[in-house]
């Protein structure tokens, strides 16, 4: 079993930055891809950023500038520091991970339980 906890959310006003953290645990034979999702009320889950175990980096437009993706692989801990907040990234953010368990023959996408991130005056 394997279980994906993030944390790090909380409530920042406009401009204002925020680092989540998500860290793996269980009986994790390997991590391949890490990445951040958000989802917004009454919208559908959406992409933000992605790295892969070797530190490649992708970006959605929205955040590019704003938001860095980092992953500490010996920690199996991902990063999202997120500057210069705005009301419209105010959402529940989910990480997720492509992993490999001891017992299992395939890597299959777990995911964390989110953490409201609230951006306000």
């Known amino acids: 079993q394997v279980q994906l906890v993030e944390s790090g959310g909380g409530l920042v006003q406009p401009g204002g930055s925020l680092r989540l953290s998500c860290a793996a645990s269980?009986?994790?034979?390997?991590?391949?891809?890490m990445g951040w999702y958000r989802q917004a009320p009454g919208k559908q889950r959406e992409l933000v950023a992605t790295?892969?175990?070797?530190?490649?980096?992708n970006y959605a437009d929205f955040v590019k500038g704003r938001f860095t993706i980092s992953r500490d692989n010996a920690k199996n801990t991902v990063y999202l520091q997120m500057n210069s907040l705005k009301p419209e990234d105010t959402a529940v953010y989910y990480c997720?991970?492509?992993?490999?368990?001891?017992?299992?023959?395939?890597?299959?996408?777990?995911w964390g339980q989110g953490t409201q991130v609230t951006v306000s005056s």
């Open positions: 997720k991970g492509r992993m490999k368990t001891m017992q299992g023959i395939k890597f299959n996408d777990y």
């Open positions: 269980g009986s994790i034979f390997s991590i391949n891809d």
């Open positions: 790295i892969t175990s070797g530190g490649r980096t």
